[in-house]
């Protein structure tokens, strides 16, 4: 297994750079489930911030890669289901998706609740919202 940085899925994704992308292309395509990349949790919120904020990407179309990311088979992402689930919720607007995965993280290590000041993250499920 090898794992991958978040520049390397975005010169992957986005092809700006075009010796880097063909690098990245050239890696990726040669994973397979025997041999596959690992993407760590940490690189799925940060490739969502790079998209969205350097590169405009809507959030239906990062919620669709995130879903392509997860499905692929060559691919172990972190905390897959969390990505997949937090996916759903971010296409549809709200919260950002690193509070999402904060959300899901609280819930799979058992929280009862997530105390936020959020007012987004404090309309989700198993989260109370704190007065200020």
Known sequence: MIALDTNVLVRYLVADDARQAKAARLLLEGLTTEHPGFICREVIVEL????????????????????????????????????????????????????????????RWGARTLYSFDRKVGQMERVTLLDD
């Open 48 to 107: 969502v911030w790079v998209l969205r904020r350097a590169y405009g990407f809507s959030r239906a179309r990062i919620a669709t890669v995130l879903e392509n990311l997860v499905a692929t088979e060559a691919l172990e992402v972190e905390a897959a289901e969390d990505v997949a689930r937090a996916a759903v919720i971010y296409r549809r607007g709200g919260a950002g998706f690193s509070d999402l995965m904060i959300v899901a993280a609280a819930s």
